[in-house]
């Protein structure tokens, strides 16, 4: 093991000269090459690096389209067809960005679901956490925005009813949906700010990604059995165990990417939103993205306006929360045979409010929605802190090494001097 | 004001759809695509027919306005030779100008020129077709839609089932029967079978034999002058308007499948490989003891 250092020294004299005045190199050294990680960690540790490669996905293609899009009532359609039809590739530069979105949001959700399993949220890392969780607000303005820009029916009355959901606020609520719409309906101004910030909040999410990243190389990462290192053995190397691995994970999620792309790029979509927007036509059904299913459905569950913003935003605010609502000690669930079940029985709700979100509101869809809506709320606010006082977990391993490997088997790990404990850097 | 939040609180409580629907409208059948599937792509001759039929039916009412005469003979579509199209192209005349006096004047169409539309705007087209204007159809395959349901909606991914709109408008076009006694035909209506609600302001645009398709050697129509077999020739070529590099798109797809997994065979072995320095890759945790804590 003796073939990787686990501190940065320059070898050549520019180096030594450049790392004295900027040490970037040694920051990059002790953050993705040394630094130690879990070695018993899963794939699910994979998707930071998914998300990145797709954040990154989806600006290179973004700013292509951005050469060619109209931000204009009148041409935004059109323009979008001249890069489907006349651009060189236009299609698959277009079909990347629109689909990329989806695969996002399946990447994000992916890794918040784990972040909720593993507990990844509790102590030390409540920052990294809700560092995170404000990402995924930011990604899901973006996403709103970017499906606005098309300028099709659902486009259309999609801004219009989202961006309405503010006028239900009591006093300012107008006021703040005019200055949304720079008018007095949906229209022309419109576009022009959407597509703007639609430009602007993926750098904003790249400066936050920047924080959550730095924010996990101070605890560290978590694992599957949420006991932190304790030994260089628990460990290793970043570069190139984890580095390799995430490229391989990276490539395998770009196979699922391209099936979408290249079979069913239009799968995803509306086909509404392939019909110019039409201010005097509203469509039969106006539904938002699939990412924003669950959401939707708590927004309609509730049968007063306000009631329903409200529900709505609390359900993703109510996340922030969600370090200090969970009291249990034990932070992996693998130890937790109760909240086990409860977190499996989350996830169906969740998966049931996406579709029912995608469901008219009438009848018993209504009833269901509310039902769910609840359990929705009485997860975070009151399942979670009960458990904590109730649950007896199971008896947690010594180590990483003795919980994969047992206490005899000892393998090679971090090399020896690694510092185990990497609170302690800087 | 008070008209546009009673519309946004329809529009929210999905209170929109019309409310004249009556009866159950039926499932489109799925019909066999050539495009369909990994490796699909356009009949030639196919496409051919539907830009005839689109020709001499739909285009006194209905526009093209995306596609550009070119675009006929590029590859991947109906494939006219590049004459035809001059030839085509000429037969149009389209507004030009304006020139040095600033007048607009019209000339005949050029290959690179887009398909003149029959209405000179919306509102004329709308004045002319009892108050609505007949959809633009550049896009139509995949402006159209119907309802999955579960779990169909989720075989489609693996079937990469993506002609829901074509089976659509096949089935609209040969959903012109009779209505169901006691149905109510509002004036300037009429009865479909598929349309939503049923009520189209289209008229059956087509009848049997009503174009004639090229020959083959003996003398035979190349498919049945038929209007099924009008409305899959047409639906194909607006298949292939609305997605001109379809062919393209699935030969592509194919190419970057194989690379993807061929690099991601190799970097397994090579993270295998390289996990082995510390003696293989152990993940997870083992299954703890079902003992409770004292």
């Not at chain 1, 949001?105 to 918040?112: L, M, P, S």
């Not at chain 1, 993926?202 to 920047?210: C, N, S």
């Not at chain 1, 802190?385 to 109730?390: C, R």
Request: aromatic fraction near 16%; hydrophobic fraction near 45%; charge should be neutral.
């Amino acid at each position: 093991m003796s073939q990787y250092s686990t501190t940065y020294v320059p070898k050549s004299s520019f180096g030594k000269w450049f790392e004295s005045r900027l040490p970037i190199a040694s920051l990059v050294h002790s953050s993705f090459i040394a630094f130690p990680v879990p070695r018993n960690l899963t794939y699910f540790w994979t998707f930071g690096a998914i998300l990145v490669f797709m954040l990154v996905a989806q600006i290179v293609t973004g700013v292509f389209l951005a050469m060619y899009y109209t931000p204009n009532a009148a041409l935004a359609f059109q323009s979008v067809e001249h890069i489907m039809r006349d651009v060189n590739y236009g299609w698959l530069i277009r079909y990347l960005h629109a689909n990329g979105a989806s695969m996002f949001f399946v990447a994000v959700y992916i890794h918040i679901f784990r972040n909720f399993y593993y507990g990844s949220y509790k102590a030390p890392r409540e920052v990294l956490y809700i560092l995170g969780v404000i990402i995924f607000i930011l990604m899901m303005a973006t996403a709103f925005m970017g499906y606005v820009l098309p300028w099709g029916q659902m486009s259309f009355w999609g801004a219009t009813v989202i961006t309405n959901l503010f006028s239900a606020l009591p006093v300012v609520g107008e006021t703040i949906v005019s200055f949304l719409w720079g008018g007095y309906s949906v229209g022309n101004p419109t576009l022009n700010r959407f597509f703007s910030l639609h430009y602007l909040l993926p750098f904003m999410i790249f400066g936050v990604v920047i924080l959550h990243v730095w924010a996990l190389h101070v605890p560290g990462q978590n694992n599957p059995t949420g006991i932190p290192i304790k030994s260089g053995k628990d460990a290793v190397p970043f570069t190139p165990y984890a580095t390799i691995k995430d490229i391989f994970a990276v490539v395998v999620f770009m196979i699922f990417f391209a099936y979408w792309v290249f079979y069913i790029p239009n799968y995803l979509g509306h086909a509404d939103n392939y019909i110019p927007a039409n201010p005097a036509v509203t469509p039969a059904h106006i539904v938002p993205e699939w990412y924003f299913l669950p959401f939707y459905a708590i927004l309609r569950a509730i049968p007063d306006k306000l009631g329903g913003v409200i529900a709505m935003f609390s359900a993703i605010l109510v996340w922030f929360l969600m370090p200090w609502l969970d009291t249990s000690k034990v932070r992996s669930t693998a130890y937790r045979p109760l909240y086990k079940q409860f977190f499996w029985v989350f996830v169906a709700v969740c998966i049931l409010l996406g579709w029912l979100g995608a469901k008219p509101a009438e009848g018993w869809y209504v009833i269901v929605s509310q039902i769910a809506t609840a359990y929705y709320f009485i997860h975070f606010l009151v399942i979670l802190p009960v458990l904590g006082f109730v649950e007896r977990p199971l008896p947690l391993p010594n180590s990483i090494l003795e919980s994969v490997m047992g206490v005899q088997k000892g393998g090679a790990g971090m090399p020896a001097g690694a510092n185990a404990e990497p609170q302690s850097k800087g | 004001m008070m008209k546009r939040t009673l519309l946004i609180a329809a529009a929210l409580l999905g209170l929109s759809a019309p409310a004249y629907a009556a009866g159950e409208t039926p499932v489109p059948p799925q019909l066999s695509w050539s495009f369909q599937g990994p490796f699909g792509t356009f009949d030639r001759a196919q496409l051919q027919r539907g830009f005839k039929v689109y020709r001499e039916v739909c285009a006194s009412c209905h526009g093209l306005s995306y596609v550009a005469f070119r675009n006929l003979s590029q590859p991947g579509g109906p494939e006219f030779s590049e004459a035809q199209v001059r030839a085509l192209a000429a037969e149009y005349q389209i507004q030009d100008g304006p020139n040095e006096a600033g007048d607009m004047f019209e000339r005949p169409g050029r290959p690179a020129d887009r398909f003149p539309s029959p209405f000179p705007n919306e509102n004329a087209a709308a004045a002319a077709n009892g108050g609505k204007a007949p959809p633009d159809l550049s896009l139509m395959p995949k402006a159209r839609t119907y309802e999955r349901g579960f779990p169909w909606f989720i075989t489609d991914v693996f079937r990469q089932y993506s002609e829901n709109g074509a089976d659509y408008l096949v089935a609209l076009l040969n959903g012109y029967t009779e209505p169901p006694a006691g149905f109510q035909v509002p004036e300037g209506g009429h009865y479909n079978a598929y349309f939503p609600g049923h009520i189209i302001a289209m008229p059956k645009p087509v009848s049997d034999g009503q174009v004639e398709y090229p020959k083959d050697a003996n003398g035979q129509p190349q498919a049945p002058e038929t209007v099924d077999q009008y409305a899959r020739d047409l639906t194909a070529f607006l298949m292939w308007t609305a997605e001109p590099h379809l062919e393209a798109r699935k030969r592509l797809g194919f190419q970057v499948m194989l690379f993807l997994i061929v690099l991601s065979v190799l970097l397994y072995f090579t993270k295998k490989k390289i996990w082995a320095r510390v003696g293989g890759e152990v993940e997870g945790h083992a299954t703890p003891p079902m003992t409770h804590n004292p």
